[in-house]
């Protein structure tokens, strides 16, 4: 299963790429438009973690879940907010778009599996979700973001966001 969700992370990263031949890459969005990915990112996150707390019984990755409920959700308000104070809305773009499609298919996955399969499943998807995320964050968004307050703001989540990492790797070593 490592293997998997290495190859899904690769697969965000290709689609990424090659969706840059038909759109922009991601370090040319704007900051509405990152605004947007990240927005989407989050809540796709709290759809898995929502599935989680309905699919399993295992309590760590039902904590994890909760987790990921309340720092996600915590950081799409705050983002909100700071996009309103800004008078500014959240653009959609090929990569929202992409990320979007790419989680019904991941969550249709977890949607079938039960028990010790789900949990595996839903660790690793969480580790290769917050890679892929936390790059794309850390290497193309912050550096690209031109207001302060927007770039501040991904900073600090980009910390959350790697402390998750970690817990999720933690996670997918114990239930090996």
């Known amino acids: ?8 992370a690769l697969g965000l990263a290709i689609m990424t790429h090659s969706a840059t031949a038909n759109a922009q890459s ?7 438009e990152i605004a947007h990915v990240a ?24 904590e994890f879940a909760e987790t ?6 915590a950081v799409n308000e705050q983002a909100l907010a700071l996009l309103e104070k800004l008078g500014a809305a959240p653009q959609d773009n090929f990569l929202s778009q992409n990320l979007q ?17 789900f949990d595996k499943r839903y660790a690793e998807n969480e580790l290769a979700y917050h890679k892929a ?5 850390e290497n193309a968004f912050i550096p690209n973001i031109e207001n302060a307050e927007v770039k501040a703001l991904f900073e600090a989540g980009l910390q959350i966001f790697k402390a998750h990492e970690h817990h999720a790797s933690m996670m997918v070593q114990s239930l090996q």
């Open 1 to 8: 299963m490592k293997i998997r969700a290495v190859i899904m």
């Open 26 to 32: 991601p370090a040319e969005l704007n900051d509405t």
């Open 39 to 62: 927005y989407v990112a989050d809540n796709i996150d709290i759809r898995y973690a929502h599935l989680a707390m309905a699919i399993s019984d295992n309590a760590a990755v039902r």
């Open 68 to 73: 990921m409920i309340r720092d996600h959700t």
């Open 101 to 117: 499609s790419n989680a019904e298919t991941i969550i249709d996955e977890l949607s079938a599996l039960r028990g010790a399969a």
């Open 133 to 137: 995320v936390n790059d794309l964050v």
